[in-house]
C-alpha cells in the first residue's frame, strides 16, 4: 500500500509541476485574456484572474482528486475483468499500483505540448493549444472546419493510449502469471469498452450542448 501511496504522491506532484510550467511557458493567461476581451470588459476581465488568482489552490487541489478518481475506477474495472478471465486470484491493490505506473505515460502529453508551441509552432491561439493533442488522429484530421463532437474520440486516438493500454497488459499478465497476450485479452475486455463508453458519454453531451 505504502508502494501505491508514494507512486500516486509522485504522479500528482509531477502533473502539478507540469501544469504550473505548461501555464506559464505558454502564457495561457494572455491567451485567455485575449479570448475574453471579445465577450467581457476590461474591468470584467479583472475581476475574473482576481477570482482565480484567489481560488488557484481548488485548481490545484482538484488534479490530485481527478488522478486518484481515474486510477481507482481504471483499478475497478481491470479488476473485475481479472475476476472473470484470470484462474489466479490477483489484489485490487497490486492492479491499482499498476494504474498509477501506467498514469505516468500521459505526463509526456503537456510535455511535447510545451515543446511543439515553444519551440516550432511559435505563433498560436488558446483553441490551438486545447486542441493539439500529440501524435493523435486530430492532429492528421485538425480541428478547423470539424464537428466539435468529433474532437475529442480523434484525440483519445493516439499513441500514448495505445501505449497505456500495452503497459496496463504487460503488467496484468505478469499479475496473472500468464503473458502479456492474456493482459491484452483482460484489458481488451474491461479497460477498452469502458473507455469507449466515457468516450460515448462525452460525444453525446457535445453534441447536445455545442
Known amino acids: 500500500m505504502k508502494k501505491n501511496i508514494l507512486a500516486f504522491i509522485v504522479l500528482s506532484i509531477l502533473t502539478l509541476f507540469i501544469n504550473i510550467i505548461f501555464k506559464n511557458q505558454l502564457n495561457i493567461n494572455h491567451l485567455l485574456q485575449n479570448t475574453l476581451s471579445l465577450q467581457l470588459t476590461d474591468r470584467q476581465i479583472e475581476n475574473y484572474f482576481e477570482l482565480q488568482k484567489n481560488w488557484q489552490w481548488i485548481s490545484y487541489s482538484i488534479i490530485p482528486l481527478f488522478l486518484l ?20 486470484n490477483i489484489t485490487f491493490k497490486n492492479i491499482l499500483n499498476c494504474v ?19 519551440f516550432f509552432q511559435t ?22 472546419g470539424l464537428d466539435p463532437w468529433l474532437i475529442y474520440p480523434l484525440q483519445v486516438l493516439n499513441l500514448f493510449e495505445l501505449a497505456y493500454i500495452i503497459y ?10 500468464t503473458n502479456t497476450d492474456n493482459g491484452l485479452k483482460i484489458v481488451g475486455y474491461s479497460y477498452v469498452p469502458a473507455l469507449f463508453l466515457w468516450v460515448t458519454v462525452v460525444m453525446f453531451f457535445t453534441l447536445n450542448y455545442s
Open 168 to 177: 496496463l497488459s504487460y503488467q496484468i499478465g505478469q499479475l496473472t502469471q
Open 123 to 144: 505563433n498560436y491561439t488558446l483553441e490551438d493549444i486545447q486542441y493539439f493533442y500529440p501524435i493523435s488522429a486530430l492532429n492528421i484530421t485538425g480541428y478547423q
Open 69 to 88: 478518481l481515474k486510477s481507482v475506477f481504471i483499478a475497478t474495472v481491470l479488476y473485475i475483468g481479472t475476476f472473470f478471465f484470470s484462474k489466479n
Open 100 to 118: 498509477i505506473q501506467a498514469e505516468f505515460v500521459f505526463l509526456l502529453v503537456p510535455v511535447l505540448k510545451i515543446i511543439w508551441f515553444y
